[in-house]
């Protein structure tokens, strides 16, 4: 019994002395060099740049178009076009699926103060510092009217999506979440 104990603890000390002989010897603080490479396509990489011209493709561009109907990821596309009757219809189509919570006015809020307040003013009543201070001729829309307190919350969506008279876009800017907070926010806090 004794025997196999000390065979045991001669493997042990074995097994250290190996250990510690690879482990120093891959310490070598004079060497320049990375050491051997067992993958060296990782490490000179194949690719080709973003914009630069590549040979496997027969209009050697490496910039590859999306795919046909390509939606990127969290975005739902928006079908309705800038006319009046893609308004009434989003009227009637759209409704706000935000919860009306402290949180979700604060946001809208915030979104409203970042894109919105500019033109509408703060208040809401169209007075922004672009019309005030004569940068913008033309009076934006007073979100206090009566026009703009009963339209659908779909038409003011509608609206914020892909504008309304000289008014632009905002889908680009703002996040579809983000647009429902901010109509959720006029309801609440300007209109009341």
């Given at each position: 019994?004794?025997?196999?104990?000390?065979?045991?603890k001669?493997?042990?000390?074995?097994?250290?002395i190996l250990?510690?002989?690879?482990?120093?010897?891959?310490?070598d603080k004079?060497?320049?060099?990375?050491?051997r490479?067992?993958?060296?396509?990782m490490?000179?990489?194949?690719?080709?740049?973003?914009?630069?011209e590549n040979?496997?493709?027969?209009d050697?561009?490496t910039l590859?178009?999306?795919?046909?109907?390509?939606?990127p990821?969290?975005i739902?596309p928006?079908?309705?076009?800038?006319?009046?009757?893609?308004m009434?219809?989003a009227?009637?189509?759209?409704?706000?699926?935000?919860?009306?919570?402290?949180?979700?006015?604060?946001?809208?809020?915030?979104?409203y103060e970042r894109?919105?307040?500019?033109?509408?003013?703060?208040?809401?009543?169209g007075?922004?510092?672009?019309?005030t201070?004569?940068?913008y001729?033309?009076?934006?829309?007073?979100?206090?009217?009566?026009?703009?307190?009963n339209r659908?919350?779909?038409?003011i969506y509608h609206?914020?999506?892909v504008?309304?008279?000289?008014?632009?876009?905002?889908?680009?800017?703002?996040?579809?979440?983000?647009r429902?907070r901010?109509?959720?926010?006029i309801?609440e806090?300007?209109?009341?």
């Amino acid at each position: 019994m004794k025997i196999y104990r000390s065979g045991m603890k001669n493997y042990k000390l074995i097994y250290i002395i190996l250990s510690s002989v690879i482990i120093l010897s891959a310490c070598d603080k004079r060497s320049t060099e990375r050491g051997r490479s067992f993958l060296p396509d990782m490490e000179h990489s194949q690719a080709y740049d973003t914009y630069s011209e590549n040979p496997n493709f027969a209009d050697s561009m490496t910039l590859r178009k999306p795919s046909e109907g390509t939606v990127p990821r969290g975005i739902i596309p928006y079908p309705l076009k800038k006319t009046d009757e893609d308004m009434a219809l989003a009227g009637k189509t759209y409704f706000n699926p935000m919860e009306v919570t402290d949180e979700n006015v604060a946001k809208g809020k915030l979104q409203y103060e970042r894109f919105c307040a500019q033109c509408h003013g703060e208040e809401g009543d169209g007075q922004g510092f672009l019309y005030t201070s004569k940068k913008y001729a033309f009076p934006p829309a007073n979100l206090l009217q009566e026009k703009t307190v009963n339209r659908p919350d779909g038409e003011i969506y509608h609206i914020i999506n892909v504008g309304i008279k000289i008014m632009g876009a905002h889908a680009s800017q703002i996040s579809q979440e983000d647009r429902w907070r901010i109509i959720t926010y006029i309801r609440e806090d300007l209109q009341n």
